[in-house]
């Protein structure tokens, strides 16, 4: 039995990919202990793992995120609204989850402490000792990766890779250029782990990528743009498949997903869903008089209602839902809408569904770009697509056979990894060290 820590800034595309994983460990016998924010506990505890919640500094509530910080509402998506969630929620937060993870470690000295990407204590820690002093370090990439390469774009814009000497070029200047434009971030970032005792060693956004013993990314190689100067402790694990929904009580339309006529499902997600007139209402109006069922799944509770105050009428072949499972829904879908958050579209491609993606915040144009670059589905290059722009994309998807047929051949790459077992892996040898 190994004992670990499972940590996640607390926000619920974070928290997510690791609650699965500690539902896992549980299962094979491990002892888990979720640190991450209080409204979370309930989950932790009904898959029987402990749990810890982060003092208060750190346990924030995405969900009042905006109201909380008015100022990030008024930021443009890219660098200005990056550079304030990285000193406001990432490394603004991070003395306080440090502080809290020592305590927790010195009550519980666990044999591994797993992270997502967010979760910046991991770096510290690998920067305050050597690695036979402190546990065994894995984190989790559940957005693309953002490590600068001269083989690959900098991370932000969405811009496709190119190949050769002139790609390369490209991409040097465009990695010098990122660097500048962060660069009173980098100082932040440098400022702050001063203060905790350890050096800034790389480049702000390398560090999660350098400083950790295992880094695990949550998809396939196909999905990524190749890279030859990856570090040796990157490699890819495959996608989380979804967490099972045996409970779900299905709606009475559910039958009509079986019934013959090609299903479109749309979704903002989880988090970017305070606006459904960015892409649910307009794929509803764009979708409207399609021989197609669509299912609106808006991931709130008022969804359905605030798409019904939007709307004259609500489209014959609409049907409205609030949360729905998608390891129930998207194996009967045709296409799956979505504004490219990054574990949607890996729980799509799971199933073989090709996308139509249009989003314009967080990671979600570089997650854009690589479902155009790998031909599972069309990138509308926007978080606000027209009715005519989405009515275009969806028939172009359901239509051509290609996009369905790319999203089979990467739902049987994924079939081929298991990223619980090699995380297992990696705990049980930490255990036997």
């Known amino acids: 039995m190994a004992r670990v820590i499972v940590g996640a800034t607390p926000f619920e595309g974070h928290v997510g990919p690791v609650l699965t994983i500690a539902a896992d460990l549980v299962r094979r016998g491990h002892e888990v202990v979720v640190y991450t924010g209080s409204r979370f506990e309930a989950r932790a505890l009904a898959i029987g793992a402990r749990f810890q ?21 008024t930021l443009p998506p890219g660098p200005a609204q990056l550079s304030f969630d990285f000193e406001t929620f990432f490394l603004g937060q991070l003395p306080a989850q440090v502080r809290g993870l020592r305590a927790l470690l010195a009550r519980f000295p666990a ?60 991409n040097r200047a465009m990695n010098a250029e990122v660097r500048q434009l962060f660069a009173d971030l980098q100082r932040f970032g440098e400022a702050t782990l001063t203060s905790l005792g350890v050096p800034m060693p790389d480049y702000l956004f390398d560090v999660p990528f350098r400083r950790t013993d295992h880094y695990l990314q949550l998809t396939v190689p196909s999905f990524e743009y190749p890279r030859g100067d990856l570090p040796e402790h990157l490699r890819f694990v495959g996608t989380l498949p979804p967490a099972p929904s045996s409970t779900y009580a299905e709606p009475a339309w ?11 499902v749309v979704t903002q997600g989880t988090v970017a869903n305070n606006d459904l007139s960015e892409l649910i209402i307009p794929t509803v109006r764009a979708l409207a008089d399609l021989d197609v069922l669509v299912v609106a799944a808006t ?19 609409v049907r409205l839902a609030s949360f729905v499972p998608f390891d129930r829904l998207l194996p009967h879908a045709d296409t799956l809408v979505t ?60 239509h ?29 040898a930490a255990a036997r060290r």
């Open 111 to 170: 044999d591994v402490v797993l992270g997502e990407l967010g979760f910046w204590s991991i770096p510290v820690l690998s920067l305050s000792a050597p690695p036979r002093e402190r546990p065994t370090l894995v984190t989790l990439g559940s957005i693309p990766l953002l490590i600068q390469s001269e083989d690959a774009p900098a991370f932000g814009p969405g811009l496709l890779p190119t190949s050769g000497e002139q790609g390369r070029a490209r």
């Open 400 to 428: 051509d056979p290609g996009y369905r047929s790319q999203a089979d051949i990467m739902a049987k790459e994924i079939g081929q990894h298991n990223p619980f077992d090699a995380i297992a892996e990696i705990v049980e």
């Open 53 to 73: 919640a982060l003092p208060p500094e750190a346990d924030l509530d995405d969900r009042r995120l905006d109201s909380l910080f008015p100022l990030r509402a």
């Open 299 to 317: 991931a709130r509770e008022d969804g359905p209602e605030l798409v019904r105050q939007a709307l004259t009428d609500v489209p014959d072949n």
């Open 254 to 264: 559910w039958p009509e997903l079986s019934a013959g006529r090609q299903v479109v």
């Open 339 to 398: 504004n490219g958050g990054y574990g949607g579209v890996q729980t799509a491609l799971y199933y073989g569904v090709p996308l139509v993606v249009a989003g314009a915040s967080e990671d979600k144009p570089e997650v854009a770009a690589r479902v155009e670059w790998s031909g599972t589905g069309v990138n509308l290059r926007t978080g606000r697509p027209t009715v005519a722009e989405l009515r275009a994309a969806v028939r172009t998807v359901l």
